[in-house]
């Protein structure tokens, strides 16, 4: 595995790859890497000839009141871990590099960002948008893979994608779970033992979700404030935001029907986490 | 020539010509072509492989007041002259098909762009650069021809490649300006007798600008004032800017010094119409 910071050179090797011929499968990442990242990466080594994975800890993504300062890292085990997944090329741009002074360009959605987490985090999605159509340029992939637990920044980058006419395929894979189900996730790291312990509320609240569903209920009201109680009784737990909405277009729902997305931010202790859920409900 | 309005087969045109060993020089239009545009294609076809011509009335760089629904079209016209200037592909999308319903990803460039056109024309750049992101998506070109007529647009267009990290060069080719130096403008096909007549203030000006700093004039507020006197005693001519600013950066300039802009935009009757010149002072 080659590790790359310069851009040019970067986008030199993987031209050179295309070159010979192999398609470009490519991850982007901000490090700290857990299972849930590396699913993508083993699923594009088994799809791509060349696989490219990007760290970089975007600072346009984060607002000034965010964990951008603290956010994990560990470099060192990033890299075994890609080495051992099977990558090819590390990119690891330099944020001075990357955003130099003068930077004046960025990328919008302006409608699937506008709820979710884009109503909690203003301009997180602009970040993403803007850093990931530089990465594209960079990589020009065949292939790029995202995972479900960001759902809402998956649903917008297929559509920044189309909307841009990017010419590549996205992947979207599944949730990656601790075995207690939590959704693995780079800031789990923050979590002291009894914060880890009360996070379990989150799965627990979205299986709940599911089997009111299963048995029937289809009043979106009812089912959020059922899951909201089971959440609040937790002494750690502080709901941003429970939502059910239209999984494609991400509208709000007043009954659930047809492909249905539950979505949710519950701070624990000082620690935003997010999960999701996907069901189709068919109209009985 | 090929003409083709469908996106994906265009794209593969340029791709098919890209495998051929050709490189692939794109001149974006929104036709009602002349000689400044022509010039734009004729360069491309003695620096490249295989060129492409785009035309596209963007709606989305005019605002509700401005001039789409009466934008001089001339679709035979301007195919025969493409022939002839020898472009290989005029590519010709669809706005359905460029904007589908949904559409919701914008590229906007946040320094640059809120001087100068961008004042008045609010929302005018960012239309701009979002359809040339698609575009440089879907031709994916080497060289990207740019007329000096519309510098704040080609500054704009210079840094979005550079920010956003696109693989192109870009060329900006001088100003073609009709035999009584009315800078070439699709929209001076508005103009009637006496408007037209009226339109040479506009480069008298900018040649009373550069005569003034030739004799020593540094102080730009005076220049500004001097030729606006000149546009101002034309019956049918308004000004809607004259600015004098650093030619790089748009920075407002006190003294004239470095390389400098004088740009203008004047409604002469009903029709706006822009001109500049460039010039490198020196510091005696």
Same mark, same amino acid.
């Given at each position: ?31 700290? /890497?857990?299972?849930?990242?590396? #699913? /993508?990466? &083993? ?22 009141? =965010?964990?951008? +300062? ?33 930077? +004046?360009?960025?990328?919008? =959605? ?9 109503? #909690? &985090? ?27 637990? %960001? ?6 980058? &297929?559509?920044?994608? +189309? ?14 779970? %601790? ?5 693995? #996730? +780079? ?29 029937? =209920? ?17 002494? &750690?737990?502080?709901? %941003? ?44």
């Amino acid at each position: 595995m080659v590790i790359q910071t310069n851009i040019s050179q970067a986008k030199q090797l993987v031209q050179k790859a295309r070159k010979n011929g192999k398609s470009v499968g490519f991850i982007p990442t901000m490090g700290a /890497l857990h299972e849930g990242h590396l #699913s /993508l990466v &083993r699923e594009a080594v088994d799809e791509c000839g060349f696989v490219v994975v990007s760290i970089f800890l975007n600072p346009l993504q984060f607002s000034p009141k =965010e964990d951008l +300062s603290h956010y994990p890292r560990d470099f060192k085990s990033d890299r075994k871990l890609l080495k051992l997944a099977g990558a090819d090329l590390l990119f690891y741009p330099q944020a001075k590099d990357f955003y130099p002074s003068g930077f +004046s360009t960025y990328v919008e =959605e302006t409608h699937l960002s506008k709820v979710l987490c884009g109503k #909690s &985090r203003l301009g997180h999605f602009r970040g993403v948008c803007t850093v990931l159509v530089k990465l594209f340029n960079v990589i020009n992939p065949d292939i790029v893979y995202f995972g479900q637990k %960001d759902y809402q920044q998956a649903l917008i980058v &297929r559509r920044l994608i +189309s909307d841009l006419n990017f010419s590549l395929k996205m992947k979207i894979l599944p949730i990656v779970r %601790d075995k207690d189900n939590l959704a693995l #996730s +780079s800031r789990n790291a923050y979590l002291n033992r009894s914060e880890r312990k009360e996070s379990l509320c989150i799965y627990e609240a979205l299986a709940l979700a599911k089997e009111l569903i299963d048995r029937g =209920e289809k009043n979106t009201k009812k089912i959020v404030s059922t899951i909201s109680k089971k959440i609040s009784s937790k002494k &750690r737990a502080k709901i %941003d935001y429970i939502e059910i909405r239209n999984a494609e277009n991400l509208n709000p729902l007043d009954k659930v029907t047809g492909k249905v997305l539950i979505a949710l931010a519950v701070y624990i202790g000082k620690t935003r986490l997010i999960d999701n859920i996907v069901l189709n409900v068919k109209n009985k």
